[in-house]
């Protein structure tokens, strides 16, 4: 059973280019997160993702930042106009269930780091 | 989602016992306590999760007192490879509430 993928691992970017970051939940899956990591610092929490649906989107910043989960295939986490605040580490994470079970792991993935210049 | 607090860093020697303790005095009834540990560009790896008392697994111990103030993750015997920063997480991390909140975390260095 294959974990967590996330591709590509490391994305460069120029200023204003957009950033498109992958992830494909552990299989069985249905439950997917977005955090973003600083050097130096914890993870902070983005955006959560069922199939075809946000669930909580609190920790994006209001601008530029989208996700999505489609019926098939990865999640993706968009950045348009990337700025260099952007430059970390986004981590994706899933678990197969969110249904009141206080107990659920998110698995995570290896993270894409990305540099933007 | 209750705040916890944890020493920044802490240091070690291979072949001995590490206890890292976390505070949580906002912990709620239905809050559960979980560890993580990083490795340098890697993701958070989960090692261990209690609610009360103690939990034990192959990785590690759980210590939890009976007020739930507070929590400590026991790494017997550590080694080189267990260098890492741990996070202590405390959540309902069921229904809408996904999302899990990562402080700074301990920072652990085992030297040889």
């Known amino acids: 059973n294959a974990g967590v993928m996330q591709n590509p691992r490391h994305l460069v970017r120029r200023r204003g280019q957009e950033a498109r970051l992958r992830c494909s939940p552990m299989?069985?899956?249905?439950?997917v997160y977005w955090y973003r990591q600083l050097p130096e610092e914890g993870l902070k929490f983005m955006v959560y993702?069922?199939?075809?649906?946000?669930?909580?989107e609190s920790g994006m910043p209001k601008e530029r930042f989208s996700a999505e989960f489609p019926k098939e295939g990865p999640s993706i986490l968009r950045i348009q106009q990337v700025v260099r605040g952007d430059s970390a580490a986004y981590f994706c994470?899933?678990?197969?269930?969110?249904?009141?079970?206080?107990?659920?792991?998110?698995?995570f993935g290896p993270g894409t780091r990305l540099t933007v210049l | 989602l209750a705040k916890t607090t944890q020493p920044i860093s802490m240091d070690s020697y291979e072949g001995q016992e590490v206890n890292i303790t976390c505070s949580h005095n906002?912990?709620?009834?239905?809050?559960?306590i979980t560890w993580y540990q990083q490795f340098p560009s890697q993701g958070p790896r989960f090692i261990i999760q209690?609610?009360?008392t103690k939990v034990t697994n192959e990785v590690a111990s759980l210590f939890i007192p009976a007020n739930r103030k507070s929590s400590t993750l026991s790494l017997p015997r550590v080694s080189l490879s267990d260098t890492a920063v741990y996070y202590c997480l405390v959540g309902n991390y069921g229904g809408s509430q996904g999302n899990l909140i990562f402080g700074k975390g301990t920072k652990l260095s085992v030297k040889p």
């Open positions: 209690g609610y009360k």
């Open positions: 906002n912990i709620a009834t239905n809050d559960y």
């Open positions: 993702l069922q199939k075809e649906n946000i669930i909580d």
């Open positions: 299989k069985g899956h249905s439950h």
């Open positions: 994470a899933s678990s197969p269930s969110s249904g009141g079970a206080s107990t659920d792991t998110q698995y």
